[in-house]
């Protein structure tokens, strides 16, 4: 007798994991470079915490409304693709089936047993089975506007929070190298994190979120050091 045993799967996680991790390594990334660079210009606690702040709400605003009118152009996209297949279903279902048949016997199904299974899921559901299969729509990558638009701007906040809490604590004399370490640290922790969410290798990760959070916030202290202006 077999036993059936339940699975969960990684890539169930590949919509709110996205946006998580694209969201707090923006808010790391970019508020540190921010508060870098306005350090760099030999500005006053005072302006480095304000530019800070304000990085952080401006960047969670535009994560949010970027998230969203990025994911709800893939759901607009994915409702026509499936208006048209119902449409399609209802004028041409033999066609359809044939289709259907044709992607199962490409797999490597052999023909007859292709078309009876497509028979068979069409009965059931055959837009389901057409979306799946067809156009690759499924529940794992249905397209969520507003879950991708308030996870951006959640992590973005936090990721965000880091360095401007490293700048509010650390003497004005060292808040450069001290919001650096700082955020490298907390790159190599979400790197890691992200990792082991996804399932993916730690290592590639944490060089690949550290490296560019390190040149980002290199190029933004240069620039501050090119136009700063002596306090």
């Not at 693709?81 to 048949?101: C, I, M, N, S, V």
């Not at 993916?200 to 620039?223: C, D, H, N, Y």
């Amino acid at each position: 007798m077999s036993r059936l045993h339940a699975e969960r799967h990684l890539v169930q996680r590949i919509g709110w994991l996205r946006a998580a991790v694209l969201g707090a390594n923006d808010g790391i990334v970019s508020t540190a470079s921010l508060i870098v660079g306005v350090a760099a210009a030999a500005q006053g606690r005072t302006e480095i915490l304000v530019a800070g702040a304000a990085g952080l709400v401006a960047g969670a605003m535009s994560m949010a409304a970027g998230e969203y009118v990025s994911v709800s152009s893939q759901s607009d996209t994915e409702g026509a693709d499936l208006a048209r297949e119902r449409a399609e279903l209802a004028t041409q279902p033999e066609l359809e089936l044939d289709e259907l048949a044709g992607l199962y016997a490409a797999r490597g199904v052999e023909p007859a047993l292709a078309r009876q299974v497509a028979t068979q899921l069409m009965a059931r559901d055959a837009l389901g089975a057409h979306a799946r299969d067809e156009l690759g729509i499924s529940e794992i990558t249905t397209a969520r506007p507003i879950q991708a638009a308030l996870t951006s701007a959640m992590t973005f906040s936090v990721g965000a929070a880091l360095p401007l809490a490293a700048a509010t604590f650390s003497p004005q004399a060292v808040i450069t190298p001290a919001v650096s370490t700082a955020s490298i640290l907390f790159l190599v922790l979400l790197g890691a994190v992200g990792a082991r969410a996804g399932g993916a290798p730690v290592l590639k990760s944490v060089l690949r979120v550290t490296f560019w959070g390190a040149a980002a916030m290199a190029l933004t202290a240069g620039v501050g050091l090119m136009f700063g202006v002596a306090a």
